[in-house]
C-alpha cells in the first residue's frame, strides 16, 4: 500500500447509514429542541412504547429507530457480534 492513502473501509447501504438517527418524538424527552437534536432518550418511555402504551405508530417507530441505531453502529464499526447478528437478521427478514 502507498504511504499516505487511506484505505477505504467498505460502505454496504443496505447495513450501514453515515449519521446518527433521530429519535422519535415518542421516546425522547421533548422539552425543547434542544433534548431532540442531541438526541436525550427517557428509558422509561422507550419501555413503555415498545410494550405498546403509546399504541401501533409509536412502537413501529421505535423499531424503526432501533434499526437505524444498529446500521449507524455498523457503520462505525461498533457493534457486537450478537448485535450484528440481530441487524442481518431483520435484513435477511424483510426479503420474504
Known amino acids: 500500500?502507498?504511504?499516505g492513502?487511506?484505505?477505504?473501509?467498505?460502505?454496504?447501504?443496505e447495513y450501514?447509514?453515515?449519521h446518527w438517527p433521530k429519535?422519535?418524538?415518542?421516546?425522547c424527552i421533548c422539552r425543547n429542541k434542544i433534548n431532540r437534536d442531541?438526541?436525550?432518550?427517557?428509558?422509561?418511555?422507550?419501555?413503555?412504547?415498545?410494550?405498546?402504551?403509546k399504541g401501533k405508530q409509536a412502537t413501529d417507530d421505535l423499531k424503526e429507530y432501533?434499526?437505524?441505531s444498529l446500521k449507524y453502529?455498523?457503520?462505525?464499526?461498533?457493534?457486537?457480534?450478537?448485535?450484528?447478528?440481530?441487524?442481518?437478521?431483520i435484513h435477511r427478514n424483510s426479503f420474504k
Open 73 to 89: 453502529l455498523c457503520y462505525k464499526r461498533k457493534l457486537s457480534k450478537a448485535q450484528w447478528k440481530a441487524l442481518y437478521r
Open 16 to 18: 450501514m447509514i453515515k
Open 38 to 53: 442531541l438526541g436525550i432518550v427517557s428509558p422509561a418511555l422507550e419501555m413503555y412504547t415498545a410494550l405498546g402504551g
Open 66 to 68: 432501533r434499526v437505524l
Open 1 to 3: 500500500m502507498m504511504k
Open 5 to 13: 492513502k487511506k484505505s477505504k473501509k467498505p460502505f454496504y447501504s
Open 23 to 27: 429519535p422519535p418524538r415518542c421516546i
